[in-house]
């Protein structure tokens, strides 16, 4: 089966760094990627999409980078803020399939 | 505000007893999706459901039942055969089931646990 995994379970960063998280996916099929930011005791929140088509896109203050020779999905966030702390979670899917699978996530931790 | 709405926040389970979390959507959302969360891993597909009347089982089905009688709504019930229900439940909709690139929404989850 699928498996998407995370290579840093923790990440802490000083406030106003940038922080690069990181994900390794092993369904060459995977066509579809999404970040999530999950805060203490809430839902995921979406945060940035890319598909197979692009290397990669831009948001506010998140790029997602996709490296499809070596299935590997990056996050940056630049200039980290405290607010920026949550678990961030990857997840694929691919057009032949109709669920999503998700990394363990990774603990960022902004200090002030 | 559109959106999905999970209730109750907090629940808690006794031996042998059954209990239902509420999932509501007024997205219009074809396709809605239960997810488990244990501390420290990823979300787990419980049930999914891409029409009304009809639904499917993910990989830990097992002591957990649904129903879709509705389009709005997806209730999870989680019986008493599920012997570890301690968890942080997780509902989800996105356009179609079968929709590439159509990212999930989340509502804000149910904390269940065993008293």
């Known amino acids: 089966g699928e498996s998407v995994g995370l290579h840093l379970p923790t990440l802490s960063v000083q406030e106003g760094d940038n922080s690069i998280i990181n994900c390794a996916y092993s369904?060459?099929?995977?066509?579809?990627f999404i970040w999530y930011k999950q805060e203490s005791g809430k839902g995921p929140q979406f945060i940035i999409d890319?598909?197979?088509?692009?290397d990669k896109r831009q948001g506010q203050r998140v790029t997602v980078l996709l490296n499809k020779t070596v299935k590997h999905l990056s996050l940056q966030i630049a200039a980290t803020q405290p607010g920026d702390s949550a678990v961030y979670f990857c997840a694929e899917n691919s057009n032949t399939g109709n669920q999503f699978y998700f990394g363990t996530g990774t603990s960022l931790t902004v200090i002030p | 505000d559109g959106g999905i709405t999970q209730s109750p926040k907090y629940l808690f389970r006794k031996e042998g007893q059954n209990v239902t979390l509420s999932c509501e959507q007024n997205l219009n959302h074809d396709a809605m999706y239960w997810y488990r969360q244990d501390p420290g891993q990823g979300l787990r597909l419980i049930y999914y459901s891409q029409i009304v009347n009809d639904f499917q089982k993910g990989d830990i089905a097992e002591g957990y039942s649904v129903s879709r009688e509705k389009k709005e709504s997806f209730p999870l019930t989680v019986t008493s055969a599920q012997k570890n229900p301690t968890a942080f439940y997780l509902c989800?909709?996105?356009?179609?089931?079968?929709?590439?690139?159509?990212?999930?929404?989340f509502g804000s989850g149910t904390q269940l646990s065993v008293l």
């Open positions: 369904n060459s099929a995977s066509d579809y």
């Open positions: 890319i598909r197979s088509n692009m």
């Open positions: 989800a909709s996105r356009t179609r089931d079968d929709a590439t690139n159509e990212k999930l929404f």
